[in-house]
Nanobody, 119 residues
Framework: QVQLVESGGGLVQAGGSLRLSCVASESISSFNRMGWYRQAPGKQREWVAASVFSGASTNYADSVKGRFTISRDNAKNTLYLQMNSLKSEDTAVYYC????????????WGQGTQVTVSS
């Protein structure tokens, strides 16, 4: 069973920065895609950023482009999300996702870490 453990959330003022980490219980190179999602109160979970091809390619939601950076350390089985210029609308629970594609698509999720941005 794949386990993903997020950390790094907290309370920060608008304009500040946080770095989230997600440690996987197995090699993250074994996943086809890893990413970050978030869910604000009363809203659906939304995709934030993705890292594919073992980190060779990254993608971002328009709402975070230019402010957030997804990266990974394959040797440490860790995915990161550097969040700069945080806004109040970035307040949400952030989830790490790992996806493996074989004869089916398997998605794995962490428990989430709370990010609160005060204005």
């Amino acid at each position: 069973q794949v386990q993903l453990v997020e950390s790094g959330g907290g309370l920060v003022q608008a304009g500040g920065s946080l770095r989230l980490s997600c440690v996987a219980s197995e090699s993250i190179s074994s996943f086809n895609r890893m990413g970050w999602y978030r869910q604000a109160p009363g809203k659906q979970r939304e995709w934030v950023a993705a890292s594919v091809f073992s980190g060779a390619s990254t993608n971002y939601a328009d709402s975070v482009k230019g402010r957030f950076t997804i990266s990974r350390d394959n040797a440490k089985n860790t995915l990161y999300l550097q969040m700069n210029s945080l806004k109040s609308e970035d307040t949400a629970v952030y989830y790490c996702n790992a996806q493996r594609v074989t004869n089916r698509v398997s998605d794995y999720w962490g428990q989430g870490t709370q990010v609160t941005v005060s204005s």
